[in-house]
Nanobody, 126 residues
Framework: QVQLVESGGGLVQAGDSLRLSCAAS????????MGWFRQAPGEEREFVAT????????FYADSVRGRFSISRDNAKNTVYLQMNSLKPEDTAVYYC???????????????????WGQGTQVTVSS
């Protein structure tokens, strides 16, 4: 049984930093692409960041590029999202996702991620 468990969310002020973690189990972690998505109230889920299986290829949404950093530790079966210079518009539930069907190094397509975590709330006050 595959499980993805996010942690690290919370309430912060604009300009602060947070680091989200996502611990995976029940899968061969080094064989899956990992991604972070977020969903704000009343909005559709949107792509945030993705990382290739070996951690060498990264891609970010324009809205977070330069502020957020995705990384992974295949020895710990964990993916991270370092979020700096947080803005109120970053407020959302953040989800990690794992996918092994994409043929590319990484993907922004949510439909290519087979497994999802339960989400962690990030709230940024102004």
């Amino acid at each position: 049984q595959v499980q993805l468990v996010e942690s690290g969310g919370g309430l912060v002020q604009a300009g602060d930093s947070l680091r989200l973690s996502c611990a995976a189990s029940g899968l061969t972690f080094s064989s899956v692409i990992m991604g972070w998505f977020r969903q704000a109230p009343g909005e559709e889920r949107e792509f945030v960041a993705t990382i290739s299986r070996n951690g060498l290829s990264l891609f970010y949404a324009d809205s977070v590029r330069g502020r957020f950093s995705i990384s992974r530790d295949n020895a710990k079966n964990t993916v991270y999202l370092q979020m700096n210079s947080l803005k109120p518009e970053d407020t959302a539930v953040y989800y990690c996702a794992a996918g092994d069907s994409a043929s590319s190094y990484y993907t922004t397509r949510s439909d290519l991620y087979e497994y999802w975590g339960q989400g962690t709330q990030v709230t940024v006050s102004s």
